[in-house]
């Protein structure tokens, strides 16, 4: 301790003396002003622009996706690896920087970013945001919402994009994700699915037990099955957001004749249970869908809370799982 | 002869105490298949009970048969196994170490298991079952072996349990650094943590089941030489009995079964210490209890009652689909506190306050060297923790800040981290101020909010309010904080109250009621935000991320009136700390003096959480180094205690943000990294 006392000093003093000078100049005068936007995010809360934002952050991998679809390439995204492993449905074009973790975010690396957008969703902690906003413009969507899974998903898409300045790519992604699911509707119409009753789950395993997450009609992919003319199977109600609930391998026996469908992970070797630790489980296997071989495992990357990129590669796996 | 004692009472005679424990032991057995009976009924799946008997006389369709068969039967068997494994390694342990509350939770067992699996699952390699066991029961009978070595076998019963809570602590600190560090590869792992005895098919019963049973028949091997011990090492040598190897071996079979317990169902908390408490009343009824060999089967029992009843209760009281989510072992834990809590108190305080620090008097040199050396520390760390972070920054842009004309950037920087630094510099003040208040005044060297619970409580307090109203401010969290501590601290000081607030029961209330509140906490999460594990870890680990300004100056204003209190009123801290009767003999109103203090300590603790969540060991840690620094006395101490804890938690803010940036941890971990080490230093340094 004492010796810990007597180096302290000196060390301070170094520091002290290393750490003068600075690491960007002092600021001079504000850059004059183009097009301003203003818009007023999920929270209610003002949003103004100088112009459209090029150099944006991105802190939930929803709305990096949306971004990347936009034609934004986002300048700093959470968890880039988990992105680049989950949603290779819409890659990202460049080389972001790594802001942390998506629940909490480093914010020393979003300002040294400079961003002139902040993106995030209600998921961040309202302190953070409120220390974001300190940082630069930031817009916060609604994460999910399990009364109207697409119509928010839309909606969030459209606010990036006016304040990104890509309403018309807005647009056509709009369009392309509706003509998606009209053409996959026919699809399955056509192979004789209307209606067809459909469960999609994620699962994982952790030592011996089974966790399942099932999609209720309030969770996207279930609004998207909705629309593709499927009908939910899940009974239970799921949380207010992203309309998940939990349920263990038994509680599958309710579901009766279904189409059960999931995503899993290569990279992850505990989210594929229904392929791998379930096959000798008797509950599992006298399931009269997995008895009828009616189990899909949709392609891997297809971020199951994404945008529009997402969805409709989910669509196009599914017709083509179902139809096969 | 007429002068000799009287004539022994009567002892019931063998053959009815025999007959009395056979009909006990088959009132248990009953009891359990009851409850594994009623467990069977119960679950996700639309098979109640005639569909249930149906299935056992095998006249139930195919897929009714098949969840009674793989789903709901495993269950059972693993709640059965799992309980009963706990009973018994918990009877070994109490018989060994003897000492009342050993148990794999105090032993840090669990958490060490819970360590290695973490370890294993960063790793990314998918295990088969029986070798994650294997290095489960490597990671518990590590811990195991360091708190015992520690302790010291049979001495003290408050020196076992906190040295074992306090690894336990600094372990799941690192495995909880881990969950945060690499979510994807851990998923999954922080529901484990809370136990839960849903199975796959029968096939981890089956394979743990010969683990067990090796544990089992080691015990009752060496059940007669266990019970030498209970006489003492030296007339246990005298029978000719190896004491070493007889308690080395029983720890390593406890391990073994409690390794299978966790392998098979994650760490299903306080059965383990529960069960054998619930024994021992039998054991003194009916003698045969009395003896390992049938204390540990019956306790056994006793476990695997425990466990399927709390899985029958959670069950039978929340909708099938959420009883999933809930873990049993938030159950067990929560019963498991409040059975630590009734315990610790009603236990005879028969071990020794650890001896106060040696009287040292110091020069006054020596102080003043101190606070200089402190106060330059403080200046040169508050510096480096406001340049240093993800974009490191120079003096001359904080000098830009200050006067306001610095650029975008800097400014961006400075305003974010300023604040966090301000809470860690406050909270780590306001702790070891509040553990210094704490120690005088129950004048119990172990005492500081986490521990005491205090913390805990007001984490509690806070999550309540964060969670039923989003947008709360910084003041009404700090209020909610307050009353979460206000009620522990009351319910913790209540119960310890019996007999003075020296007693070590003190501190074992406080373990009892901490472990409760962590539990709540993981409850309360589960079920109103069961995807966001992050903000649970959050608030129990303390963390200064995205602090403002604002959520900052409740603290302060709680620690300029703390300080100046304090400052106002050190003799009377001197006094208090002294002993029970020279206050007295010199006039001072103890009772009331003592309420004032503790009332500041738990607003400096309600603040400090609710500015920067749970942030165990500075409250324990600077008063200490003070007191070991510059003496005894406050007016001394104070000061000291006051910069040390400010440099503490700015360290470890500093190293969490900054270490594996742009990823961070909480200060708690990093303090709990720190701080358990010391813990175990100074539990080791009051055992001479």
Redesign the interface.
């Known amino acids: ?1 004492r010796r810990l ?2 180096t ?2 000196l ?3 170094a ?2 003396l290393t ?9 001079d005068d504000a850059k004059a002003s183009t097009e301003a936007i203003t818009l007023t995010d999920a929270t209610g809360a003002k949003v103004e622009l100088d112009g459209p934002a090029t150099k944006v952050v991105g802190t939930e991998w929803n709305v990096v996706e949306s971004l990347v679809s936009l034609g934004v390439d986002p300048v700093g995204v959470a ?1 880039v690896k ?1 992105y680049k ?1 989950w949603d290779t449905a819409v890659p990202l074009k460049n080389d972001p920087k ?4 998506r ?10 970013l ?1 961003p002139d957008l902040i993106v995030t969703t209600s ?1 961040l ?4 945001v ?2 974001l906003r ?3 413009p930031v817009l916060q969507v609604t994460s999910a919402d399990a009364a109207d899974p697409i119509g928010r998903m839309l909606e969030n898409v459209d606010l990036i994009a006016r304040a990104t300045g890509t309403t018309e790519r807005a647009a056509t992604l709009k369009k392309d994700f509706e003509a998606k699911l009209a053409e996959g509707r026919k699809a399955l119409a056509d192979a004789g699915l209307d209606g067809a009753e459909i469960a999609f789950a994620d699962g ?8 399942v997450r099932p999609y209720t009609a309030g969770s996207l992919i279930g609004a998207v099955n909705e629309r593709l003319g499927l009908k939910n199977a899940w009974k ?1 109600k799921g ?1 207010e957001a ?1 309309g ?8 599958l ?2 579901l009766g004749k279904v189409h059960f469908v999931y995503i899993g992970n290569d990279d ?3 989210s594929d ?1 229904f392929g791998k ?2 096959a ?8 009269p869908f997995v008895k009828s071989g009616d189990v899909h495992r949709l392609s891997d990357g297809v971020w199951m809370f994404g945008g529009t990129g997402s969805m409709e590669a989910y669509a196009d796996s599914l017709v083509a799982a179902l139809t096969k | 002869m007429a002068v000799t004692a009287p004539t022994t009472p009567a002892r019931p005679a063998t053959v009815t105490s025999r007959a009395g424990a056979a009909a006990v032991t088959t009132a248990l057995v009953l009891l359990v298949a009851a409850l594994a009976v009623v467990d069977i009924t119960q679950g996700t799946a639309a098979v109640g009970p005639a569909e249930v008997l149906k299935a056992l006389t095998g006249r139930a369709d195919p897929a009714d048969a098949s969840v009674v068969i793989a789903s709901r039967l495993p269950r059972a068997a693993a709640g059965l196994l799992v309980g009963a494994a706990l009973g018994m390694a918990g009877v070994a342990l109490q018989a060994v170490s003897r000492n009342v509350l050993a148990s794999p939770d105090t032993l840090a067992v669990n958490a060490g298991s819970y360590l290695a699996l973490g370890l294993a699952a960063v790793t990314g390699v998918s295990l088969p079952l029986l070798a994650s066991s294997g290095i489960a029961f490597a990671g518990g009978l590590a811990a195991a072996a360091v708190v015992l070595g520690l302790s010291g076998l049979g001495a003290g019963t408050v020196r076992l349990v906190l040295a074992g809570t306090a690894l336990a602590l600094g372990l799941t600190a690192v495995t909880e650094g881990l969950l945060l560090l690499f979510p994807e590869q851990t998923e999954g792992l922080y529901q484990w943590n809370q136990g839960s005895i849903g199975q796959n098919g029968f096939e981890g019963v089956v394979q743990m089941l010969p683990v067990a049973v090796l544990g089992l028949v080691g015990l009752l091997l060496i059940a007669r030489r266990v019970d030498a011990l209970a006489l003492g090492d030296d007339a246990a040598r005298g029978l000719g009995v190896p004491v070493r190897a007889t308690r080395i071996t029983a720890v390593v079979l406890a391990t073994l079964l409690s390794a299978a317990a966790v392998t098979l169902a994650g760490p299903i908390g306080f059965v383990g210490l529960c069960a054998p408490a619930l024994v021992r009343p039998l054991a003194r009824r009916f003698r045969g209890f009395a003896r390992v060999r049938t204390a540990v089967p019956a306790a056994g029992l006793v476990g695997a009652g425990l466990v399927l009843g709390a899985d029958v209760l959670l069950r039978a009281c929340v909708d099938p689909d959420t009883a999933v989510a809930v873990p049993t072992g938030v159950v067990t834990s929560l019963v498991g506190a409040v059975f630590l809590v009734v315990m610790a108190a009603r236990l005879r305080d028969t071990a020794q306050a650890a001896a106060p620090d040696r009287l040292r008097i110091r020069s006054r040199a020596v102080f003043l060297t101190t606070l200089a050396v402190l106060a330059v520390a403080l200046v040169a760390l508050t510096v480096a923790a406001v340049l240093l972070g993800d974009s490191k920054l120079l003096l001359g842009d904080v000098a830009h800040w200050v006067q306001g004309r610095a650029g975008q950037t800097v400014s961006f920087v400075l305003d974010t981290r300023t604040p966090r630094v301000f809470a860690a510099l406050l909270a780590g003040a306001a702790l070891a101020l509040a553990g210094t208040l704490v120690q005088a005044v129950t004048r119990n060297p172990l005492a500081e909010p986490a521990v005491l619970g205090v913390s805990g409580g007001g984490a509690l307090g806070a999550v309540i309010l964060v969670t039923t109203v989003p947008l709360a401010g910084a003041w009404s969290v700090a209020g909610a904080a307050f009353a979460g501590s206000a009620l522990t601290a009351v319910v913790v000081f209540g119960l310890a109250a019996r007999g003075g607030f020296q007693q070590n029961r003190l501190v074992l209330v406080g373990v009892g009621v901490a472990s409760g509140t962590t539990a709540l906490i993981s409850l309360l999460i589960v079920l109103t935000d069961p995807f966001n594990a992050t903000k649970a870890l959050t608030w129990l680990s303390g963390s200064t991320y995205g602090r403002t300004l604002p959520d900052v100056l409740p603290l302060a204003g709680v620690l300029a009136v703390a300080v100046a209190v304090a400052a106002v009123r050190h003799r009377e801290l001197d006094l208090v700390s002294l002993d029970e009767d020279t206050p007295r003999l010199l006039g001072l109103d103890l009772p009331r003096g003592r309420l004032g203090f503790l009332v500041l300590s738990v607003l400096l603790s309600a603040t400090a959480v609710a500015a920067a969540g749970t942030i165990g060991f500075v409250g324990l840690v600077a008063p200490h180094a003070a007191r070991a620094l510059v003496g005894r006395r406050h007016a001394r101490v104070l000061p000291v205690a006051l910069l040390l804890g400010a440099v503490l938690v700015c360290t470890a803010d500093l190293l969490g943000r900054t270490v594996i940036s742009p990823a961070q941890l909480g200060a708690g971990l990093m303090t709990a990294v720190i701080g358990t080490p010391y813990f175990l230093y100074v539990l080791m340094r009051g055992r001479r």
């Open positions: 301790m006392l007597l302290a000093p060390a301070a003093a520091l002290l750490a003068c000078g600075t690491t960007e100049p002092a600021a968890d988990g492993t790594d802001i942390g973790t629940g909490e975010p480093s914010m020393d690396t979003i300002a040294s400079k998921d902690q309202p302190g953070a409120k220390q300190e940082v630069a994982y395993v952790t030592s011996n037990q089974v966790s239970m949380d992203y998940l609930a939990s349920t263990d391998v038994e509680g026996t309710g992850d070797p505990s249970p630790e379930l000798k489980n008797s509950v599992w296997t006298s399931l």
